[in-house]
């Protein structure tokens, strides 16, 4: 389970304050499937990167499974995002030397998993998202749909009990969108992983079992 409590994220640029995140609450129970919504500048992706522990905010808790992520040293951060958090994003973030096995092996890499292990999880997570004909590409090679599929398998490779997805339907076309949810959804509904989305799209949001708008920096 995911608690925030009164969470803060506030940035001061040139005397002026902007309150990403003000005064958030939200509880998210464990295989929920949440998409949080709202305008350019309203706080999602503040809010996504502050409960994947990319982020810490300036005040409030932030409660996974009881633990208080928001003040967490550096290290046991960086050891819940690998261990807990799948991360997806609108612009792919791949590495574009590397074939779609070796990015979906990164993360495992730092988990320390044996380097035997290692090729052959990528190739069962590459497969669950239907790219088994395609493990040897480079990212330069594949299609938009493809690549954000090879995100969601290097997500998924540590069999983390969250998935957070930052617009991951952003650069695709409507049908390859749809796929994506589609495939968000089913390990949602299937490997009861919590899945939150954060969308700007209607339909990507009207897959999810909760919905959340945000208006400047707080629940609309
Ligand atoms: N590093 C920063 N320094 C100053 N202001 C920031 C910083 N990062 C974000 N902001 C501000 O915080 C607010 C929330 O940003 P955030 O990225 O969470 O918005 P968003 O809802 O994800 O928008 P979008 O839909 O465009 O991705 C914005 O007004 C933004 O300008
Ligand atoms: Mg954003």
Known sequence: MIELKKVTKLYELGGEKIYALDNVSITIGDGDFLAVMGPSGSGKSTLANIIGGLDTPDSGQVLVDNRNI???RDKDLSKYRNEKVGF????FNLQPTLTAVENVTVPLLFAGVPAGQRKKRAIQCLKAVGLENRLNH???????GQRQRVCIARALVNQPAIIIADEPTGNLDSKKGSEIVSLLESLNRQEKITLVVITHDKTVASEARKVLTMKDGRLA
């Open 138 to 144: 480079k990212p330069g090679q594949l299609s938009g």
């Open 88 to 91: 997806i994003f609108q612009s």
């Open 70 to 72: 928001a003040t967490m």
